[in-house]
């Protein structure tokens, strides 16, 4: 984040081409037999974390699946009033048929936005430095959109910026979408922000899914109009921020009351259009907005941070699931995160994790969970474990969460040992293309593997 504020977008993009240009020139790293194969037993073992047999399973087989990332969507602005106006009505009035994750985490990195991309449909890490997108675009993953596609899905993905910028143009490809609707494909009828309002952009991407686009579909929306600096026109500031007014946070606020009012407008518009009663629809944030002014959440909430407060604020965004029938109902308190979209959304299809390598949880199967961040701070819902800037593991806090205060270090070292490795063996699946040379294995020593081969993506 500090490099990226620092440098810009076009230099921290232009950073990570530079890398990429010294990380594909020369052989190719190998990583040795006995870390390999470490790596392999966990995925293999965590299958028995993701596949679980109960009533949600398949339950929704067939159905379209809507997933929406929110630009900089946090938790802690879910449900709140300000001023007596609630900040997200059409969330709220979601809620009620809905099943509400309160307690979810973004696992981002540097690369933002497409970190997030990357792990909801990895459910990988993304990596210590950088961003996967740019750095190794040609790898193979288990990746939604292709999983999808093999299952007789129709995946697209619509985000109304420059097709280019982090590389999506040709992650998309890789990814097996069938097409990448970008800003040259949707008509700026709503300039706002960056680039067009999120409300045109919903409505514009309806039309494409309605006349377009084959069934069942997989349809991706990446939303922007909530992007920094947070500054809409003033047509659409109509939420009322009180002694906010004039700060960032306040215009952030605005931002997501507009964002928010889109979502509201995109559900009548699926109504309308008959996807509502054949649709799974998933929002999550992607990550968080940037205002690290402890004060001004002080100012917020009327309410004094401590450092888990802040932590977790920063670390938490919503995750909303609701389903054809709206039979999911409820708020899930227990710890989730990005990484766990990917196995989830298998889940309610009916579509088998087994031949996948995944690493993160199945939110509607019976195992406990546990969430890990790129910082190296973790969650298993009974503590917390905040890193100190220096990695060591003494240096850290460890929370009790039942008292929300700092018990004994040692409370966090299991989970200290699974995080770490957690994060190590992702980022050498990542850098080392493993997925593609347990594939190979597979394919010797099964020529018939019903491994379906299009998910594999060659450099
Ligand atoms: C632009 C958008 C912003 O396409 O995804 O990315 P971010 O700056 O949030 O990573
Ligand atoms: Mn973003």
């Avoid at 995925?43 to 009533?55: A, I, K, W």
């Avoid at 500054?231 to 007014?245: F, P, Q, R």
């Avoid at 928010?260 to 008959?274: I, N, P, R, S, W």
């Avoid at 907005?289 to 402890?294: G, K, L, V, Y």
Wanted: contains cysteine.
């Amino acid at each position: 984040l500090a490099l990226y504020n620092v440098t810009g977008l076009v230099g921290f993009h232009g950073y990570d081409l530079y890398r990429f240009g010294k990380e594909h020139i020369g052989p190719k790293p190998v990583l040795g037999n006995e870390q390999t194969d470490q790596a392999k037993a966990w995925f293999d073992q965590h299958q028995q974390v993701l596949n679980t047999n109960n009533d949600l399973r398949g339950k929704f087989k067939g159905s379209n699946v809507m997933v929406i990332q929110g630009e900089a969507f946090m938790n802690f602005f879910i449900g709140q009033q300000i001023g007596g106006e609630d900040i997200t009505p059409n969330f709220n009035k979601l809620m009620e048929e809905s099943m509400y994750f309160s307690n979810f985490y973004h696992q981002t990195g540097q690369g933002r936005t497409s970190d997030a991309d990357f792990s909801a449909h990895s459910s990988l890490h993304p990596l210590p430095t950088g961003s996967v997108f740019i750095r190794y675009p040609g790898n193979t993953f288990d990746m939604l959109p292709s999983i999808l596609k093999n299952e007789g899905y129709s995946p697209n993905v619509f985000h109304a910026y420059d097709s280019s910028f982090w590389n999506r143009y040709s992650m998309y490809k890789a990814m097996h979408y069938d097409r990448f609707y970008s800003k040259k494909d949707f008509v700026i009828d709503e300039p706002l922000g960056w680039s067009l309002g999120d409300k045109s952009m919903f409505r514009q991407s309806l039309e494409a899914l309605t006349t377009d686009v084959k069934s069942p579909f997989y349809a991706f929306m990446i939303t922007l109009s909530s992007h920094h600096p947070y500054t809409l026109t003033a047509k659409e500031n109509v939420l009322d921020v009180g002694e906010l007014k004039g700060t960032m946070l306040g215009d952030y606020l605005q931002s997501v009351h507009y964002v928010d009012a889109a979502l509201g407008e995109l559900v009548e518009q699926m109504k309308q259009d008959g996807l509502w009663d054949n649709t799974i629809l998933m929002f999550y944030g992607d990550h968080d907005n940037s205002i690290t002014d402890q004060k001004l959440y002080e100012q917020f909430t009327g309410r004094t941070m401590t450092a888990l407060d802040m932590q977790q604020i920063m670390n938490q965004v919503p995750l909303l699931v609701h389903v054809p029938g709206g039979s999911l109902r409820g708020v899930d308190t227990q710890p989730a995160g990005q990484l766990d979209l990917t196995p989830s959304i298998l889940h309610l299809l009916g579509i088998s994790p087994e031949p996948y390598h995944f690493m993160g949880n199945n939110l509607f199967g019976d195992a406990e969970r546990m969430v890990v961040l790129r910082s190296g701070a973790f969650t298993d819902g009974k503590v917390y474990y905040i890193p100190s800037a220096d990695q060591s593991f003494e240096n850290g806090t460890c929370y009790d969460l039942a008292s929300r205060t700092p018990t004994d270090v040692q409370a966090c070292g299991p989970g200290f040992q699974e995080a770490k490795k957690r994060l190590q063996i992702s980022d050498e699946v990542i850098t080392y293309n493993l997925l593609q040379l347990w594939e190979n294995k597979e394919h010797l020593v099964d020529p018939k593997s019903t491994k379906p081969t299009e998910a594999s993506t060659t450099n």
